[in-house]
């Protein structure tokens, strides 16, 4: 059996991730005549037809598939081998960061202020949607995705998924005119709630919550992201369901003020790595950091146990 052509394999790769002859070609600055001589050779070569070919679009045979499986984790080792060893010759160190869209800034920028301002490392951050992040993680083009939804391994992926840090989820809003402690049972039903969307983990963990103590608070606004749910809860006027993290700055300073935790509902952040060859020191330095205590930041009202840090 001949040895396997790299170059056609890669050029099968780019075929089967573009999903079009066109756009593949265009990327590779080739011809498509010469694109598809290539894969053509590479079929011959394998033995199996690779494409099912139609006259708008491509789609993998069986054997396609397992092709494509393999040519990924080929050149996802290559990509990892360039990074590890660029990385050992130059004096920085590069970690490449990808962090689902929706998690909150303040915890990111909580768990990477030890790393800041070292000359010695080179902090590269991306912000996408999950699926997405995980296939550069795949490609070795990231090095961890932060989340706050835990990632499962199958049988193509090798994921290790990490729980960092467990937030209570609070009941957060404008300084309270009442001494009393905020009750949940009492107040919540009359007070107008900011909450996540109905994607979050949070939002459901709470509706289960409200269902089994048989309360129907008013929702105002549902908020997917939570930048704007932070903004939201400063200006509103409302209360708002959300990790106290998110609104950390606003809770030291007395704009907003923590009512009440809310039991056994807790946003949960995790890190998820692929497993390596090569150990990437600075990653497991972020991965080791000690848990701490969260400072106390409500106000004298209010009745509550400090939570997990995510700092």
Not at 55 to 79: H, K, M, P
Not at 129 to 151: F, I, P, S
């Amino acid at each position: 059996m001949r040895r396997l052509n790299f170059h056609h394999l890669h050029y099968f790769w780019a075929v089967a991730k573009e999903g079009n002859l066109t756009r593949a070609a265009e990327a590779l600055h080739v011809s498509q005549s010469a694109l598809s001589t290539q894969i053509r050779v590479l079929e011959d070569q394998l033995g199996h037809p690779l494409f099912i070919r139609s006259s708008r679009s491509l789609r993998l045979t069986e054997a396609g598939q397992l092709v494509l499986d393999y040519a990924e984790t080929i050149f996802a080792l290559g990509s990892e081998l360039q990074n590890t060893l660029h990385n050992a010759r130059e004096a920085n160190q590069t970690l490449r960061i990808g962090a689902v869209a929706t998690l909150s800034r303040n915890f990111q920028e909580n768990l990477l202020r030890p790393f800041l301002g070292r000359d010695d490392l080179v902090l590269v951050l991306e912000s996408g949607g999950v699926d997405e992040l995980l296939e550069r993680l795949a490609l070795h083009k990231l090095d961890v995705v932060l989340t706050n939804q835990a990632v499962s391994a199958d049988s193509q992926r090798t994921w290790q998924c990490r729980l960092l840090h467990r937030q209570p989820v609070c009941l957060i809003g404008p300084p309270r005119q009442d001494s009393r402690p905020f009750d949940l049972h009492r107040d919540l039903q009359q007070a107008r709630l900011i909450v996540p969307g109905r994607s979050s983990d949070v939002r459901s963990q709470f509706e289960v919550y409200c269902n089994g103590q048989g309360l129907s608070p008013q929702i105002c606004a549902e908020v997917d992201d939570m930048a704007m749910l932070r903004l939201l809860a400063r200006d509103s006027g409302d209360l708002a369901l959300l990790p106290a993290v998110v609104v950390q700055d606003e809770l030291r300073s007395g704009t907003l003020q923590l009512y009440a935790e809310v039991p056994e509902i807790a946003e949960r952040f995790y890190a998820v790595t692929l497993q390596r060859q090569f150990r990437l020191s600075i990653l497991d330095e972020l991965l080791g950091q000690p848990r701490t205590q969260t400072e106390p930041l409500a106000g004298p009202a209010v009745a509550t146990e400090p939570g997990d840090s995510a700092a």
